[in-house]
């Protein structure tokens, strides 16, 4: 399985960057997990449109689904092109805003449940509700070979975080916050927090993501590895991580 972060920062885009947001590939398979601001220009230079499979989206925050609405152009245009490829995207339905998303014949919505594993493509998913202001899924992908990648999505500290995530060999935590903000905003993790998150779930690598704008984002890795001993570093774009 191969992992490519297509941006990294949170809330909003940093000049030519883009809002967290991964690339994950397995086979020939390609998968989008969300699909914020900036996402489609960083996507263009790894795959061509036509070339992803699937997308899932973990919730609906603006960073995490600005880009859908010009996505659904963008299959619009490469299937006149191109001929048709149906995109499958995969959201969770506890918001009215995935009442209003309709599929045609360039994309075909799908809901992505909480309660039971699902198959999407070559992978195997998992979810669990994070700890966020607005209903939030954390992702965990199987290969075919077993290997795990999670992804917390959004969320401040939950300790079923722990065993959702535990034994994976990847974790993608967001670290938003340092380590003097943690308990004075709701809704994220700081650096420190997701080294720990690493370190119970005894994951073998973590990369963090969903970058604030202010201060040092390296210290966000200093604070992991006070709590995790295994490699750690900040999601890098357009990297191969392989799993
Ligand atoms: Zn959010």
């Not at 959004?154 to 903000?181: C, M, P, R």
Request: aromatic share 8%; charged share 20%; with cysteine.
């Amino acid at each position: 399985m191969k992992v490519i972060p297509l941006g990294v920062w949170g809330g909003y885009p940093k000049a030519k960057g883009a809002n967290s947001s991964f690339l994950v590939i397995e086979k020939d398979y390609h998968l989008l997990l969300d699909c914020g601001s900036g996402v489609l220009s960083s996507l263009q230079h790894v795959i061509d449109i036509q070339d992803l499979d699937a997308v899932i989206v973990t919730h609906f925050h603006h960073d995490h689904v600005a880009d859908l609405g010009v996505l659904k152009y963008a299959k619009l245009v490469q299937n006149q092109l191109h001929g048709k490829k149906r995109l499958s995207v995969y959201a969770h339905n506890q918001d009215k805003k995935f009442q209003e998303w309709t599929s045609n014949d360039d994309i075909q919505f799908h809901v992505l449940t909480e309660t039971k594993e699902q198959k999407i493509g070559p992978f195997t998913v998992h979810t669990q509700v994070t700890n966020h202001p607005v209903y939030c899924l954390a992702i965990q992908l199987e290969g075919l070979e077993g290997k795990k990648v999670t992804f917390t999505s959004d969320t401040a500290w939950k300790d079923e975080l722990i065993t959702f995530a535990s034994g994976s060999h990847l974790l993608v935590s967001e670290a938003n916050l340092y380590q003097h903000l943690e308990g004075k905003i709701p809704g994220h993790l700081s650096g420190r927090q997701a080294g720990k998150l690493a370190h119970d779930a005894k994951v073998g690598q973590l990369l963090l993501t969903h970058l604030p704008h202010f201060g040092d984002v390296n210290e966000l890795v200093v604070e992991a590895r006070t709590e995790f001993n295994g490699p750690v570093s900040l999601a890098e774009v357009h990297q191969t991580y392989e799993v």
